[in-house]
């Protein structure tokens, strides 16, 4: 078990509404990634939280958002759903060391579709 | 930018056969590489890591990958397949040049079983 739960497990949210995703990290580490999945392809990273703040984004608008609570436990906010949000979104925990990222751990995710 | 290659996005073997899965990535500082799993629904789950140690790493469920510098390859390997190997696997590294710190993922490869 990797100690890493997201909720919820499913969502159906419809377009233009807001949606909030929750991860619990595992104990120990200090950095939460978040990663979409959309079906068939690999994780694309959206963003990651050190010390609660954003400390790296991959290539999504400001409409993703997130936060990292001082427990290390984090949000993904998003605004104005689109119909190609739908997806599966995995949370990661990790410890960043000097510049290198240990391996990360994955929640199970959470099944977002818009519609 | 660093990138990583999966070659072959799906994968057959036999049940009992060599499971061979391929990785290449293209940084010119050898990165920390990872190979994850992940089953259908569900979250990823990391099989076995490469942090600059030794170069023949060895993994979960039997699977073992070798880091070759001169090739910037990390395949992965098993010798001998079986049913519940059936899943899709990726390749990750983790690039110490990177500022945002984050994995950069293969697209996949899905390794099919036939009985």
């Known amino acids: 078990e990797t100690g890493v739960t997201q909720s919820p497990t499913h969502l159906i949210k419809t377009r233009g509404q807001q949606v909030t995703l929750r991860c619990s990290s595992q104990?120990?580490?200090?950095?939460v990634s978040w990663y979409q999945q959309a079906l068939g392809q690999g994780p694309q990273f959206i963003f990651q939280?050190?010390?609660?703040?954003?400390?790296g984004r991959g290539n999504f608008p400001p409409r993703f958002s997130g936060l990292q609570f001082p427990n290390y436990s984090s949000e993904l906010n998003v605004n104005a759903l689109e119909l190609d949000d739908s997806a599966l979104y995995l949370c990661?925990?990790?410890?960043?060391?000097?510049?290198?990222?240990?391996?990360?751990?994955f929640g199970q995710g959470t099944r977002l579709t818009v519609v | 930018a660093q990138s990583v290659t999966q070659l072959g996005s799906h994968v057959s073997v036999s049940e009992g056969a060599l499971v061979l899965l391929r990785c290449n990535y293209s940084?010119?500082?050898?990165?920390?590489l990872f190979w994850y799993v992940q089953y259908p629904n569900q979250g990823l789950q990391l099989l076995l890591k490469?942090?600059?140690?030794a170069t023949l790493v060895k993994g979960i469920n039997g699977f073992e990958a070798e880091f070759k510098k001169s090739e910037t390859s990390f395949h992965l390997t098993k010798p001998s397949a079986h049913m519940s190997d059936a899943a899709e696997y990726f390749c990750?590294?983790?690039?110490?040049?990177?500022?945002?710190?984050?994995?950069?993922w293969g697209a996949g490869t899905k390794l099919i079983i036939k009985p």
């Open positions: 990750a590294v983790s690039d110490p040049g990177d500022s945002n710190y984050q994995l950069i």
């Open positions: 490469y942090t600059s140690a």
């Open positions: 940084s010119s500082v050898p990165p920390y």
């Open positions: 939280y050190y010390r609660e703040e954003e400390n």
């Open positions: 990661a925990s990790s410890l960043l060391r000097g510049y290198m990222n240990t391996e990360a751990f």
């Open positions: 104990s120990g580490h200090n950095t």
